[in-house]
């Protein structure tokens, strides 16, 4: 089944996934509409600064067993096999944190949603665009990513492609300029950091 996997490495901090994904969730699927709704729609994708200000975009992992899953008493987040995405239910949820505290990734936010009763604040994350799933499409973080940190496919091709990419860069003397993009840009910036804290001289 195909996942939304991320590669940081070539991820440029551009927030577009935010955007995009708040109004994929909005009432009207429109970005000038959605910024007129009451709630304002929010993303369930966010995106971080690293150390040296790389990107990072940050989303819920739909991980199994799911520490979130089992910290809900009231089950208001459930596993739709089908899917294989972690789903709550607006509805059951007590606003009472727990999913938040027992996530590793800090992907869940609280706050009003047009999904939800009016008024009430619930747990709100990533849902892997399932209803644009239904539709064809693919989740509009992936859509929006002009560079391809975000990309909607069979884990096991990405994982080849990533080991073929390191095996061939290895072969060829691991010469920065044939890394990926993105390991080339990382390895020059780590390499500027390390001169710059002087990290393994006298
Ligand atoms: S919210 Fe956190 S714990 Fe729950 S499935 Fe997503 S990443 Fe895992
Ligand atoms: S905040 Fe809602 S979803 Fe999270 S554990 Fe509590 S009831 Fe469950």
Do not use: W
Not at 131 to 136: H, K, L, S, V
Request: charged share 25%; glycine share 6%; with cysteine.
């Amino acid at each position: 089944m195909k996942k939304v996997i991320v590669h940081p490495e070539r991820c440029v901090g551009c927030m577009q996934c935010m955007p995009a994904c708040a109004t994929a969730h909005s009432r009207s699927r429109n970005l000038f509409a959605a910024i007129l709704e009451s709630p304002v729609p929010k993303p369930r994708i966010h995106v971080g600064a690293g150390l040296y200000q790389e990107g990072f975009p940050n989303r819920c992992r739909h991980c199994d067993p799911a520490p979130c899953l089992l910290a809900c008493l009231p089950g208001a987040i459930f596993r739709d096999e089908e899917l294989d995405t972690v789903l709550i239910d607006p509805d059951k949820c007590i606003n009472c944190a727990s999913c938040a505290m027992a996530c590793p990734f800090g992907v869940i936010r609280y706050h009003e949603d047009c999904h939800a009763p009016p008024g009430k604040v619930v747990a709100v994350k990533c849902d892997n665009c399932f209803e644009r799933q239904e539709q064809g499409l693919i989740p509009a973080c992936v859509e929006v990513c002009k560079v391809n940190a975000l990309t909607f496919e069979e884990p096991g091709e990405a994982l080849k492609r990533k080991t073929d990419e390191v095996a061939r860069s290895v072969s060829l003397g691991v010469s920065q300029a044939e890394l990926p993009a993105g390991f080339a840009r990382f390895a020059l910036l780590i390499g500027h950091k390390r001169k710059e804290l002087h990290v393994g001289r006298p």
